[in-house]
């Protein structure tokens, strides 16, 4: 059974920093890709970044290139979400999720999720 543990959330002033990481388990952590999404109050669930099992493929939203960065930890079976210079439209609950396979970022590739962990920025 695929479980995916986030932490690292909370509040945090415009222009600071915030570093979230997601714990995987169940299936071979370095054969999938994994991927970080967002929910907003009111809005639709969105893509933030994701990962290649190898981690030689990563993508970002326009909105979040330059400020967020994506890695993954295969030894400890964690994905990282960096994330820089956080402004108050980033408040949201944020979703760590592992794919179907090695490459993934869209929605539909992604299968197994977290509970999510809030993500507060403050003006």
């Known amino acids: 059974q695929v479980q995916l543990a986030e932490s690292g959330g909370g509040l945090v002033q415009a222009g600071g920093s915030l570093r979230l990481s997601c714990a995987a388990s169940g299936r071979t952590f370095s054969n999938y890709a994994m991927g970080w999404f967002r929910q907003a109050p009111g809005k639709e669930r969105e893509f933030v970044a994701s990962i290649s099992w190898n981690g030689r493929n990563i993508d970002y939203a326009n909105s979040m290139k330059g400020r967020f960065t994506i890695s993954k930890d295969n030894a400890k079976n964690t994905v990282y979400l960096e994330m820089n210079s956080l402004k108050p439209e980033d408040t949201a609950v944020y979703y760590c999720?592992?794919?179907?396979?090695?490459?993934?970022?869209?929605?539909?590739?992604?299968?197994?999720w977290g509970q999510g962990t809030q993500v507060t920025v403050s003006s």
């Open positions: 999720a592992q794919g179907y396979s090695g490459y993934g970022s869209r929605e539909a590739d992604f299968g197994y």
